[in-house]
């Protein structure tokens, strides 16, 4: 018990992380070329581990037709995660139009299973930056864990604001992510630290040097006060390294790590296709 009390809170926060290494990859690859009629999938892998065991394992698979794109995520957990803390699987959509005036999201959702109990919600964005949701159970905050409608005004779903930097052909680095998570209002800022060679064979694929970021997250509404202080991983934020691939110039997440008191967290991306669009690729599009 006490080693599920030790790990679950830092494995938690490195979970915050996983939507935005693994969203913010697969699009950054379509951007550099055309819209194409025929459409583009490219998919990534991402695992992690903890003090070097096993510990997670991150998919995003992006689906671009034209200017729509259908962006698919899962995580769960393996190893000594699932050994030794509670279970806490997920999966996310996200959809809508890159264009060339910016990203404009249509709609996601998200399922989370923890322990034996699981939940959706599921948002759509209106014209003027609020949108709806539904949630299955339903959910209703304590009155001093609310977020208000113009707290969540211009915020994003975790995974939509994962690629609306890549979608919109940004540099990653350097820019503020707005995210409403269904219950937690909170940004999330990329801040450029320096740039470095990664080793040789460290992550196959990756080219030139690596773009390091600093993942910090400032916590807005929807938590208890004493939570809305900075903590001892803020002051100490997770790391992304962003690197460009064989056949592709932007810069694609390769690498994360976040120091917890148990051991160090390390992400990296095992493997990545690019493939052109089949029929059947359509028609997950439109599920």
């Known amino acids: 018990m006490q080693a599920r009390a030790v790990m679950g809170i830092p494995l938690a926060r490195a979970a915050v992380c996983l939507p935005l290494l693994a969203g913010l990859g697969s699009p950054a690859v379509l951007a550099q070329t ?20 096993r510990a ?5 698979v992006m689906r671009m037709q034209g200017s729509r794109y259908v962006i698919d995520s899962k995580f769960s957990k393996e190893g000594i995660a699932a050994a030794l803390t509670a279970t806490f699987n997920g999966s996310n959509r996200a959809w809508g139009q890159a264009t060339a005036q910016g990203l404009r999201p249509q709609g996601g959702w998200s399922w989370i299973q923890f322990r034996s109990a699981t939940r959706t919600w599921q948002v759509s964005y209106r014209g003027d930056g609020t949108y709806g949701e539904e949630h299955k159970p339903p959910f209703t905050p304590k009155s001093y864990k609310t977020v208000s409608p113009d707290q969540k005004r211009g915020a994003f779903d975790p995974l939509t604001a994962a690629i609306s930097g890549a979608l919109a052909g940004h540099d990653p680095c350097d820019r503020v992510y707005p ?9 999330v800022t990329l801040r450029r630290i320096n740039g470095e060679k ?3 064979g460290e992550v196959k694929g990756a080219v030139g040097n690596a773009t390091v970021c600093e993942a910090i997250m400032k916590r ?7 939570r809305l202080k900075q903590d001892a991983y803020e002051k100490n934020p997770p790391k992304l390294w962003f690197s460009a691939l064989d056949g592709f110039e932007r810069l694609l997440p390769v690498k994360m790590e976040m120091s917890t008191s148990f051991g160090t967290v390390m992400g990296r991306l095992k493997s990545y296709t690019a493939r052109p669009m089949t029929d059947e690729d359509r028609r997950t599009m439109d599920k």
């Open 220 to 226: 807005i509404a929807g938590y208890e006060e004493e």
């Open 56 to 60: 997670f394992r991150a998919e995003a």
């Open 179 to 187: 995210v409403f998570d269904s219950k937690r209002r909170f940004d």
């Open 34 to 53: 055309p819209p194409s009629p025929t459409g583009h999938v490219v998919s990534l892998e991402y695992e992690f581990t903890v003090s070097g065991l």
């Open 198 to 200: 990664l080793s040789d």
